[in-house]
């Protein structure tokens, strides 16, 4: 067998030693060795492999793998352009703390810089981005030349999972081959045979075996009873408990979504606007990373407020190295203590309790139909026990934050790393694919149609079984409540921030042979979200509206500050404070969230 094909075998034999289970390629030449590789481990079944045509899918793929399963997961592929077609799933990857592994086919050191085709100095590529770049030896056959391979790919994969520095995210590493890069005709009857001196550990463990970092957080003083709000953000870990009483706003993708608030940002809303005074906390605990909701900005940001933050977690529960405190407001960072060590304002909860209800039923009972939010409550409504529901990083999350009502028999993820729309479908077939259950993605139509190519899948390829509900209004809603969908600047709106589309999905999932429904009325809906126990993937197609989505913005914060028990009219603007379109949804005047 030529040292390539040897390197190749050792690299795929120590991932499944190291606890990888899946793993995305896409075809190319220069990483052969390795797809020829995986070929023979999907067969032997000691992993499953899922091949991509286009890098781009593959990586966010493999992201929506890794952040269900909380594996690692390596995404192979050719050298050149192709590693940097996976520069976006890298970075939402790093700032999410998902276990990727690039796993970049090279030429040899040689080559770079002499003209070669398809050849690129691609190591450290990503910069910053990545854990660590782990480049490994060139392949040749020598005494002991695969325990330095061996031992390069576990240290790839701790520096993936975070195992001994507590901090995962992505790294890169890249594998440099040199011709011939398919083994000859005699190896290829005996795929799978190593030589003597390539093989692994003989028990099958690892050939480095990494301790599990042990952080080392000081737990929090909260033993003061003042009116206390937990926020918990993307990234928050499941804590042991809460006292019962303290008030949550919870994130969709939090743990906590399913016991939080209701109305939750409403509420804030009109503390900070002065409707409501008596709902705002003297301390906010922050469970990781809050992304969505600018009235929780706002409160994190505002002097009168002690905040107290406990890091963003790995899938394990521990904590990860750093904190977030955008306003540069934190006194404290730490852990929190068990329930019976906090001081809790029973009376506050209460408050919060109360007017979080009132305002819940009244937006209940306003709802529009026909418009984003309403289609984001009755999604979320009809999903079946145990499903997971992926949610696209623009209105969606949003809607679904706002409108629907919290379950904590769902499991949502959406990619809030960089909160990018990029990959949503390939990102939601890859966490569809590591979830045992039903699984759904909510999209708007500008994200659905900007991965269309994750639409494209091999005939033999694993799928899950997957319901893309696509909310489309022909274009981009959600700058229309941003300060660039005011009256003065209509003229120029609907071309370069809306950006109407008129593009036929039926024709477009006919052409990649996928499901295609359009339900007109809300049996039709619920039909088309039925379970149906079979694999593939189906697109429900719901024509929403946004020509007012500023006015809805208006009529829902009105809602929602006269349940609190004060007028809007005697409310100030609330003027935004973000101006690019991964701000969160709320009009200049309106409700700020």
Not at 41 to 62: K, N
Not at 360 to 370: K, M, Q
Not at 474 to 486: I, K, P, R
């Amino acid at each position: 067998m030529n040292p390539s094909s040897v390197l190749a075998r050792v690299v795929v034999d120590e991932w499944v030693r190291g606890g990888v289970r899946e793993v995305v390629a896409c075809p190319g030449s220069r990483n052969a060795p390795l797809l020829l590789a995986l070929h023979a481990a999907d067969a032997e079944r000691s992993l499953r492999l899922h091949v991509r045509i286009d890098e781009r899918s593959a990586g966010f793929l493999a992201v929506g793998l890794a952040a269900r399963s909380g594996l690692p997961v390596p995404v192979v592929v050719t050298s050149g352009t192709a590693v940097a077609n996976l520069h976006p799933a890298v970075l939402e990857a790093s700032h999410a703390g998902v276990p990727l592994v690039v796993a970049s086919a090279d030429r040899p050191l040689e080559l770079v810089g002499t003209g070669a085709n398809q050849t690129v100095d691609q190591v450290g590529l990503f910069g910053r981005a990545v854990r660590a770049t782990v480049v490994l030896p060139l392949a040749e056959e020598r005494a002991r030349a695969a325990d330095g391979w061996r031992a390069a790919v576990c240290r790839a994969l701790d520096h993936a999972a975070g195992t001994s520095t507590g901090d995962p995210g992505p790294v890169q590493l890249d594998v440099p081959l040199r011709e011939p890069l398919v083994p000859d005709t005699a190896d290829s009857a005996d795929g799978s045979a190593l030589p003597v001196w390539a093989a692994g550990r003989p028990d099958g463990a690892p050939w480095t075996r990494v301790a599990a970092h042990v952080p080392r957080v000081g737990v929090l003083d909260l033993t003061d009873p003042v009116p206390t709000l937990v926020v918990a953000g993307h990234g928050a870990a499941a804590p042991d408990g809460l006292p019962a009483g303290v008030p949550v706003v919870a994130e969709p993708t939090s743990p906590l979504w399913g016991r939080g608030l209701r109305a939750g940002p409403r509420l804030l809303d009109a503390a900070l606007a002065g409707a409501a005074p008596e709902l705002l906390p003297e301390r906010v605990v922050v469970l990781g990373r809050p992304t969505l909701h600018r009235p929780i900005s706002r409160l994190l940001a505002d002097p009168r407020v002690e905040v107290v933050v406990v890091p963003a977690a790995t899938a394990d529960g521990a904590a990860r190295p750093g904190w977030t405190d955008v306003a540069a407001t934190a006194s404290h960072v730490g852990a929190l203590p068990p329930p019976p060590a906090w001081g809790v304002d029973a009376a506050y909860g209460d408050r919060v309790h109360a007017a979080d209800r009132r305002v819940a039923d009244a937006l209940d009972a306003s709802v529009e139909e026909g418009t984003g939010p309403a289609l984001a409550a009755t999604v979320v409504a009809a999903l079946p026990p145990g499903a997971l529901l992926v949610v696209g990083s623009s209105s969606p999350v949003r809607d679904v934050g706002l409108a629907a009502r919290p379950r904590e028999d769902v499991t949502v993820l959406s990619a809030r790393g960089v909160s990018g729309i990029d990959g949503a479908v390939s990102f939601a077939t890859g966490a569809a694919l590591a979830h045992a259950a039903p699984a759904y993605a909510l999209l708007g139509d500008l994200t659905f149609l900007h991965d269309a190519g994750g639409l494209l899948v091999g005939e033999d390829e694993p799928e899950p079984e997957l319901v893309v509900v696509v909310a489309n209004d022909d274009g981009g809603s959600v700058f229309a409540t941003l300060e660039q969908g005011a009256a003065e600047h209509a003229a120029a709106f609907e071309r370069v921030f809306a950006v109407p589309h008129g593009t036929d999905l039926a024709a477009l999932c006919g052409a990649h042979h996928v499901e295609h429904t359009a339900p007109s009325d809300a049996a039709g809906l619920a039909a088309a979200l039925a379970p149906t126990g079979r694999p593939g993937l189906r697109v429900v197609e719901v024509a929403v509206d946004r020509a007012d989505r500023r006015g809805l913005a208006d009529r829902q914060r009105a809602v929602a500050l006269d349940a609190v028990g004060r007028d809007t009219a005697a409310v100030g603007p609330d003027l935004p404070d973000e101006k690019d379109g991964s701000a969160p949804i709320g009009s200049i005047v309106g409700d700020g969230v």
